[in-house]
């Protein structure tokens, strides 16, 4: 299987003129399972540290970390989405954070152009969860469609989730506008979903993979087969320091700490002693790599 990654040059957004500004963007493609796999980047979040940290042993944390040289201050994790394309789909694995969610994400579509893909061919829109840098992106500024031809898959369980009115309430003040936000998009794209269960081979050659914790119906997607296998993550696996260093520790990020402790866990362990490749939403150099086990830890090798 050969990685292949690229730098291509795309209008800066749908309203670029013909002599309007150009951005850089740089994209890694591969194969797998009969797709064509590219990943398109949708900017990237702005965290404070202890969206991560809080909480955890300070010493051992600190060690653990001073190898990989983070700012002391934010980190800026990347947002990767997946793009799967042969003759007859044009697959898109989340749909971003649009217009409203953080001004350093919501570069989707200028990505997706130097993909060389239109938002029109898009044919199926697939979310491993419904929070805001996943689901926003279904609307544009207008509260549009951005994907109109689009069929749209989300997991029973996380689908239930989000639409229950009691989510609100229950969720916590600090996700509680994740929850409006989630609710108000899924009922625009309701009569265009299909749900799916832990198993389930959503499309052709891609199985759903229960991964619950970081939401409590997370999805994850397994492609592919052998040591071309290709594991789509979402934030199962939500960092690249961290979550391998330890994947025990509780995360910050997840809603269901401890759950997503233990899915964090049997992900590492399958994926390394697989050696299936993980496409990760929030990890480094376009989000592909291989997982590589270290004594009681683990380290993500980023493709070459």
Not at 143 to 155: E, I, K, Q, S, T
Not at 243 to 253: L, M, T, V
Not at 261 to 268: G, I, S
Request: charged residues 20%; proline residues 6%.
């Amino acid at each position: 299987m050969k990685v292949n990654r690229r730098t291509v040059l795309a209008g800066m957004g749908a309203a670029a003129l013909a002599h309007g500004p150009l951005r850089a963007f740089a994209l890694t493609s591969a194969q797998f399972g009969g797709y064509e796999f590219v990943s398109v980047s949708d900017g990237n979040l702005v965290l404070p540290r202890s969206f991560f940290f809080e909480g955890l042993p300070q010493e051992e944390l600190a060690q653990v970390l001073a190898p990989f040289e983070l700012p002391q201050d934010q980190l800026a994790p990347p947002c990767n989405l997946t793009l799967l394309r042969n003759e007859d789909r044009v697959i898109l694995f989340d749909a971003g954070a649009g217009p409203a969610f953080m001004p350093s994400a919501g570069s989707l579509s200028e990505s997706l152009d130097a993909a060389g893909v239109a938002p029109e061919a898009v044919t199926d829109v697939v979310f491993t969860h419904g929070h805001p840098d996943h689901l926003w992106g279904v609307l544009d500024d207008f509260d549009d469609l951005v994907f109109p031809n689009a069929r749209y898959h989300m997991g029973q369980v996380e689908w239930d989730y989000w639409r229950d009115p009691a989510t609100v309430d229950t969720i916590g003040a600090a996700r509680a506008a994740f929850a409006v936000g989630a609710a108000r998009r899924l009922a625009v794209i309701e009569d265009r979903v299909t749900l799916f269960s832990d198993g389930d081979e959503k499309l052709p050659g891609i199985v759903a993979q229960a991964s619950f914790g970081h939401t409590p119906g997370h999805m994850s997607f397994l492609l592919g087969g052998g040591s071309d296998a290709l594991m789509i993550g979402g934030d199962a696996i939500g960092n690249h320091h961290l979550a391998f260093a330890r994947p025990g520790w509780a995360s910050g990020s997840d809603q269901g700490p401890e759950r997503g402790a233990k899915t964090r866990q049997r992900l590492l362990e399958r994926l390394a002693d697989e050696q299936i490749w993980l496409m990760g939403f929030h990890l480094p150099q376009g989000g592909l790599g291989r997982v590589e086990r270290r004594g009681e830890s683990y380290r993500f090798v980023g493709a070459e």
